[in-house]
Nanobody
């Protein structure tokens, strides 16, 4: 059973930075993609950033230039560096992993990010 555990959320002022971590229970090289999403109250879950097993990345326009996805294979961890945070970035942030040989995907439990104005 794959487990993803997010951490690093918290309260930050507008313009500040946070780095989220997503630790996987197995080697992240076994995943075709790992991604970050967020969900604000009353809104649908929103795609933010993705990294493929080959290292290519893709970002939502809303975070391009402010957020950076990265990984540490030795630690089985994916990160989301978030800079220039805005109040509208307030949401629960989720990690997602899609295995190479399975049609299902896995989600973490989420970590709350609150940006004050």
């Amino acid at each position: 059973q794959v487990q993803l555990v997010e951490s690093g959320g918290g309260l930050v002022q507008s313009g500040g930075s946070l780095r989220l971590s997503c630790a996987a229970s197995l080697s992240i090289t076994s995943f075709a993609t790992m991604a970050w999403y967020r969900q604000a109250p009353g809104k649908q879950r929103e795609f933010l950033a993705l990294m493929s097993s080959g290292g290519s990345t893709n970002y939502a326009d809303s975070v391009k230039g402010r957020f950076t996805i990265s990984r540490d294979n030795a630690k089985n961890t994916v990160y989301l560096q978030m800079n220039s945070l805005k109040p509208e970035d307030t949401a629960v942030y989720y990690c997602n992993a899609a295995p190479k040989l399975s049609p299902r995907t896995y989600w973490g439990q989420g970590t709350q990010v609150t940006v004050s104005s």
